[in-house]
């Protein structure tokens, strides 16, 4: 793999965060789009990280959230989500990220999440690691945790309420539950034993990094039902490898998902 590439990719996503922080504060109204809804911030990144890949690598496709696919000749695609978590962005909630991801004809090839409003980035590179930067601190190589005992393992959670009651029941009594906040670092670092995401299926420009960061870091992961995360039906479990067949064990036939906007039409019971 190439190093310079995912260098590129680190500057491209802190240039990126830079702009996300400065504009975090300010008022941006939510737009609905044809395909959910946005910032205005969400569209200038985008512009930015695509001018920025066509200028480098004019032969590469671009595969993005607010304008069209963008076509190329060479055997590279780039995958970006410019503010991932566009719902917490406009309610001034920190948490959101930048992901970007580059994929080749030998798969995911790149990946990183840069969390602005920490100013930190995790990324990592086919054969290369998976790296940790935190504004102030030295660059470091991070490694999942070996923790061993499913009880009472700590993991994070995404978008509980749109989980089905029997998963949440299910992961409830035998896990220590948390809300998601920074998923991938946590569990990149060591801090979470695994993650979960489920309820409503995330877009292929949001699952891009996982396969790098997480196994990168030695972790696994898949969707809940074990199959490739990026051919899966849009749900994920991550976790540090010892535990994954385990939580997959636990979540077996288990229903994902429930119409969290028809309860939300209809709150009665």
């Not at 205005?40 to 595969?63: F, K, S």
């Amino acid at each position: 793999m190439d190093r310079d590439l995912l260098e590129y990719a680190v500057e491209l996503v802190e240039e990126a965060g830079g702009i996300a922080a400065r504009r975090f504060t300010e008022a941006a109204p939510v737009r609905t789009a044809d395909d959910g809804t946005t910032t205005p911030v969400e569209v200038e990144v985008e512009r930015l990280l695509r001018t920025r890949i066509g200028a480098r690598y004019p032969d590469d496709a671009v595969l993005g959230h607010e304008a069209r696919p963008t076509a190329g000749t060479a055997e590279r695609r780039w995958l970006l989500d410019p503010i991932n978590g566009t719902s917490l962005f406009a309610q001034r909630v920190p948490t959101f990220n930048v992901l970007l991801a580059v994929e080749d004809a030998e798969g995911p090839a790149v990946a990183v999440a840069g969390y602005p409003m920490s100013d930190e980035v995790l990324y990592a590179g086919r054969g290369l690691g998976c790296w940790h930067s935190v504004a102030g601190r030295p660059v470091r190589q991070v490694r999942v945790n070996d923790h061993a005992r499913l009880r009472g393992a700590l993991v994070e959670m995404l978008n509980p309420l749109a989980w089905s009651e029997e998963l949440l029941v299910t992961l409830h009594r035998e896990l220590y539950l948390q809300p998601w906040t920074k998923g991938d670092v946590d569990l990149a670092t060591g801090l979470a034993d695994a993650l979960v995401i489920a309820g409503q299926p995330m877009g292929y420009e949001d699952l891009a990094v996982l396969p790098l960061l997480v196994g990168e870091a030695g972790g696994r992961v898949t969707d809940l039902s074990g199959r490739d995360v990026l051919s899966g039906d849009g749900t994920v479990l991550a976790s540090n490898g010892v535990l994954h067949d385990a939580l997959l064990a636990l979540v077996a036939g288990l229903p994902h998902g429930r119409d969290f906007a028809a309860l939300r039409r209809d709150p009665a019971p």
